[in-house]
């Protein structure tokens, strides 16, 4: 019963920046991790962050350590993904995705998912 939504997405050069944003809607009943993945065309869905409940957990997959952060607002219910130094091996469909909390932080078991907002890094 819980719906995500992303925003943001859109087509800038290599090198610039761009902001992503989930809001979550619906009956949440209990804390919740976020994370986001994304999907190139023709690849299978990866990984790319994810925050734990009260944000002080975060895991990034390799290939955007140190360009890419996430962070979350509780009271507005919302996630951002923040992209910088972006490169045209970013573009991709950027999914977010939502499930109870978990003592452990990781990327896999994931329970609610948005539709998808698209970026495009031309070079």
């Known amino acids: 019963q819980v719906q995500l939504v992303e925003s943001g997405g859109g087509l800038v050069q290599a090198g610039g920046s761009l902001r992503l944003s989930c809001t979550l809607s619906?009956?949440?009943?209990?804390?919740?991790?976020l994370a986001w993945f994304r999907q190139a065309p023709g690849k299978e869905r990866e990984f790319v962050a994810a925050?734990?409940?009260?944000?002080?957990?975060?895991l990034y997959t390799d290939g955007v350590k140190g360009r890419f952060t996430i962070s979350r607002d509780n009271a507005q219910k919302t996630v951002d993904l923040r992209m910088d130094s972006l490169k045209p091996e970013d573009t991709a469909v950027y999914y977010c995705?939502?499930?109870?909390?978990?003592?452990?932080?990781?990327?896999?078991?994931?329970?609610?998912w948005g539709q998808g907002t698209m970026v495009t890094v031309s070079s």
């Open positions: 995705a939502a499930r109870s909390s978990r003592i452990v932080l990781t990327t896999a078991y994931w329970d609610y």
């Open positions: 619906g009956r949440i009943f209990n804390a919740y991790d």
């Open positions: 925050i734990s409940w009260g944000g002080d957990s975060k």
